[in-house]
């Protein structure tokens, strides 16, 4: 790769005028500015930006790092991370993500993600998780997607998960249903608790006691997905009767309709089907159509890319609405 000295060398021109020509070009006789980019163009030389930020150039556009804790390894929060890149090009600034694993050495991490200069951070997650914040992030504008913090007080982004059951729930009773079997994700989730909450709100209003609904929580790991279909097949069997199911999200209603429709079961006619997430690419590939609630992560993404490009200072939790999104299963 070539660099600045390549390029000042094939141009016959000093370091400071390459320089100058790739950041403040106004300086420079129009003449010796076209010699440099020529050579520019020639050398097919690419401006490191860090090196750039470091000595201060007025025309470096300004960069949100994003520390993501397995964001980029699923596709149910890619959106996240999407949007951020995408709301920051909108406002001529740039981004750039450093993955985390949970094997990793935060401080490495943290110290490779602060060593590319940024002007703020965006700490984001897969899954609504509260985490601790590593104290050297607090050194620049720093604010929380689909995380809440458990140290500093910071700005977070965060689904609405409490009204987007609440929502869904409430569309079930519109639509007559009653007798709901809710299958959940680990209770150990924040999501879980909160969603539940939801539950147990659109049940008082509707005047529905909530203690008669059935209650199962997954264990934790994806391998427990199937077990929604012996809780589905349990309850068919049993003399406990219900109309409808609320699944922890899409792919515990993917499981759940197998299970409805080898019995032979109509959905809704028979049983109605609430999901949630909206998984990428799937909920219009349920026959029929999924009910689902929408998790907000565009939106989660964007409006943390808002707060630092405009320099937002607020250390409060936002919930982002959680729509729900209704289909042919209610």
Known sequence: MASLKDVAKLAN??????????????RLKKETYDTVMSAVKQLNYVSDISARK?????????TIGVLALDTMTTPFSVEITLSIEETARAHGWNSFLVNMFSNDNPDDIVDLLMSHRP????YTTMGLRQVPVPKKLSTLPCVLAN???LTDKLASYIPDDEHGQYAGVTALFQAGYKKLLCIHLPHTLVASQRRRAGIERACLEAGIDP?????????EGDQHYLNAADIVNQHLTASHHFDAIVCGNDRVAFVVYQALLTRGLKIP??????GYDNMVGTGELFIPPL????LPHYEIGRLSALHIINGETHQETVFVASPLLRRQSI
């Open 119 to 122: 002007n703020g951070i965006i």
């Open 13 to 26: 021109v000093s370091l400071m005028t390459v320089s100058r020509a790739l950041n403040e070009p106004a």
């Open 291 to 294: 009910s689902t609630i929408q």
């Open 269 to 274: 006619e028979d049983i109605a089907v609430l």
């Open 54 to 62: 470091i000595r201060g150039a007025k025309s470096t556009p300004n």
């Open 147 to 149: 995380c809440e913090s």
């Open 211 to 219: 203690s008669t609904l059935t209650h199962h929580y997954l264990p």
